[in-house]
């Protein structure tokens, strides 16, 4: 059954760095997207992907994020200046199927 | 604003028994419905979608979709220890002014005890 790639699984990094958090979503699918899950909270909507742009994005996504499908298979999210609250689980989904997520860690 | 709305439990079900799981949402233009599985620090599963009114069965588990109550549910028959996790339901939904999302409830936290 085809599945969402998600890489690295866990990534540390300091304050004030830049972070690509990466997936490889179904290749046939046309909607993709990012969400995230701070610890004991609930999963919560970043951006779509839809046709190469971006179709819609929550608050949280502000001018810190950004998503590209560089290469047409591989779907980046971008956070440019990682804050402490940033740290959280990121997850990639391909329509309703999602990615086993990347953990990170803002120090 | 959408929204979908769980009990976040948690829910306490003796194994061998049936487990009974609710969600309520507000958007009208709603078309699919979804229930995922969380283990702690895992991303989430799916398990069941169900895109018309009635009910959807699946191996132990049966979904169920009301939408002129805006309900849908979970049931899963003969739980086991191994079912215990939070358990999303999830609506995707296409508005009139934005792009189709999924949107997820809280989620409820369900306990099978031996």
């Known amino acids: 059954e085809p599945e969402v790639t998600q890489t690295p699984s866990h990534q540390v990094t300091q304050m004030g760095q830049e972070v690509i958090l990466r997936c490889v979503p179904i290749s046939n699918h046309l909607y993709f997207y990012w969400y995230r899950q701070i610890l004991g909270q609930k999963v919560e909507f970043l951006v779509s992907?839809?046709?190469?742009?971006?179709?819609?994005k929550s608050e949280i996504f502000d001018d810190q994020f950004s998503v590209e499908r560089p290469d047409g298979s591989n779907f980046t999210l971008k956070i440019r200046s990682t804050k402490l609250e940033d740290s959280a689980m990121y997850f990639c989904?391909?329509?309703?199927?999602f990615g086993s997520g990347t953990r990170l860690t803002v120090v | 604003q959408k929204e979908v709305e769980q009990n976040s439990g948690p829910l306490s079900v003796p194994e061998g028994a049936i487990a009974s799981l609710n969600c309520t949402y507000s958007d009208r233009v709603s078309q699919s419905f979804f229930w995922y599985r969380q283990y702690s620090g895992k991303s989430p599963e799916l398990i069941m979608s169900?895109?018309?009114?009635g009910d959807k069965e699946d191996g132990r588990f049966t979904a169920q979709l009301n939408k002129a109550s805006q309900y849908v549910s979970l049931l899963i028959r003969d739980s086991q220890p191994s079912d215990s996790a939070t358990y999303l339901c999830?609506?995707?939904?296409?508005?009139?002014?934005?792009?189709?999302?999924?949107?997820f409830g809280s989620g409820t936290r369900l306990s099978i005890r031996p």
């Open positions: 989904a391909s329509r309703e199927h």
């Open positions: 992907f839809y046709n190469n742009e971006i179709s819609e």
């Open positions: 169900i895109y018309s009114n």
């Open positions: 999830a609506v995707f939904a296409t508005g009139y002014s934005s792009a189709s999302k999924i949107i």
